[in-house]
């Protein structure tokens, strides 16, 4: 019988939306209730220092009504850590952030003793903690030691690479120009990419960590995760189910994903 990993659902785009025009909808929450009758397994949504997308009432509301488990992403900014301890959703996700960036970037960088404090602090209020990390054995490491309970594996560079491979990306506007590469070199590099990331899935589900995954993620590229990363029972996406969303609706584009994540 196929193994189906989990759906992390990422609502933070339907929250782009609602702030493009600083009015009231569409609002995250109604997304919690179709995802439920979806069957998917997890609501996930970042609470970003500048407050681009979500809002602290959204998770508020949000973690009060989901009857699903809820991972909130976050910095370690002392004043979003001190509302999540108050709110304790079931799962926090540590990552990095820059207010100049589009969306994050890379993984944690996990020497800070600030990551170490903040993940005792959850500890302690029992909430599931997990480290977005770049794929690097040091990261995995020092997760585990400082008693995270999850990683979750970066694949933005991944995607970049697919995307840069096996789509048109590099004749618009968005061209990924340090990805101006033959395409012998992107597949070398593309296989380079799911090595460490499955190298990775593997120390981390030897040492006992949850493994996790999500940045990037589409429907063409999502595939070669599932079917090349071994022990991941976590992908979080968001920004590719949203955009199908708009032309779809929102249940048939999560339905649409969920048929990929069979193993």
Do not use: W
Not at 115 to 132: G, L, P, Q, V
């Amino acid at each position: 019988m196929a193994k189906k990993i989990a759906l992390g659902l990422n609502i933070d785009h339907i929250a782009t939306l609602r702030e493009a025009r600083k009015i009231n909808y569409p609002d995250p929450l109604e997304a919690v209730f179709i995802a439920k009758n979806c069957g998917v397994e997890q609501i996930t949504l970042h609470l970003r220092e500048d407050r681009r997308h979500i809002q602290d009432d959204d998770v508020e509301r949000v973690v009060a009504s989901s009857n699903i488990p809820v991972n909130v992403e976050c910095s370690c900014d002392e004043q979003i850590v001190d509302i999540l301890c108050e709110l304790k959703p079931y799962k926090v996700t540590l990552v990095p952030e820059h207010r100049e960036e589009l969306t994050t970037e890379g993984g944690l960088n996990m020497r800070s003793k600030k990551i170490k404090e903040i993940i005792e602090e959850f500890n302690a209020r029992k909430i599931y903690i997990a480290t977005f990390i770049d794929p690097e054995l040091e990261a995995i490491e020092l997760s585990k030691q400082y008693g995270a309970s999850g990683i979750e594996l970066h694949t933005g560079n991944y995607s970049n690479i697919y995307q840069a491979l096996y789509s048109n990306i590099e004749r618009t506007h968005n061209a990924i120009n340090y990805l101006t590469l033959t395409h012998e070199e992107l597949h070398e590099k593309l296989q380079d990419s799911i090595h460490s990331l499955s190298s990775c899935a593997k120390i981390a589900n030897e040492l006992g960590l949850g493994v996790f995954a999500g940045h990037g993620l589409n429907y063409q590229n999502v595939r070669n995760i599932v079917e090349n990363v071994p022990y991941l029972s976590e992908l979080n996406i968001g920004h590719s189910i949203i955009s199908r969303a708009v032309i779809v609706g929102l249940e048939r584009a999560i339905k649409d994903m969920q048929s990929l994540l069979y193993v």
